[in-house]
Structure formats: C-alpha cells, structure tokens
C-alpha cells in the first residue's frame, strides 16, 4: 500500500505596514494570520481596526483566509477600511 504524496500546506496571512511614522515608537501587532508594523498612532489603529473586521467579515461569509480569492479579499478590505 502507498501513500498518497501530502499536499504542501498553504500559509497565508496578512500584513499592514505603516509608513509614516515620524514619532520614533515601534508599533507591532500580531494575532493569529496577521501582523501590523509600524506607522503612526493614528494608521496602525487604522491598520488593525481593518484587520479586524477583515476577519469578522470572514466568518459572516463562513470562509477563511486561506479559501478566499484575493479579489474578494481585496472587496473585503475596502468594504471594511474606516473612513480616512
């Protein structure tokens, strides 16, 4: 009897990355498929806020990060980005 070769298993994750911070703090945050770097108080919030219900809005569509297309993904993040 032989095995079946194993699927590689997919890591997915997201990324924010803020750019404009001019303050000198270093803002991490991290959770489970996610990671926000940097930027100013005000857009890692805003980073972290859109992370969140990025997430949110998963689950209410029942799928996970890795089984969503990264063009609904991308729906995704401008349906839940807080407003500038």
């Given at each position: 009897?032989t ?82």
């Amino acid at each position: 009897m032989t095995k079946k070769p194993k699927k590689p298993r997919r890591s997915v994750g997201l990324l924010g990355l803020g750019l404009d911070n001019e303050d000198g703090h270093k803002r991490i945050t991290t959770g489970d498929k996610f990671a926000i770097v940097g930027g100013s108080a005000e857009t890692h919030e805003r980073l972290t806020e859109t992370v969140v219900k990025t997430f949110e809005e998963l689950r209410q569509r029942g799928k996970s990060l890795q089984e969503v297309e990264p063009s609904e993904l991308s729906e995704i993040v401008q349906k839940v980005a807080p407003p500038k």
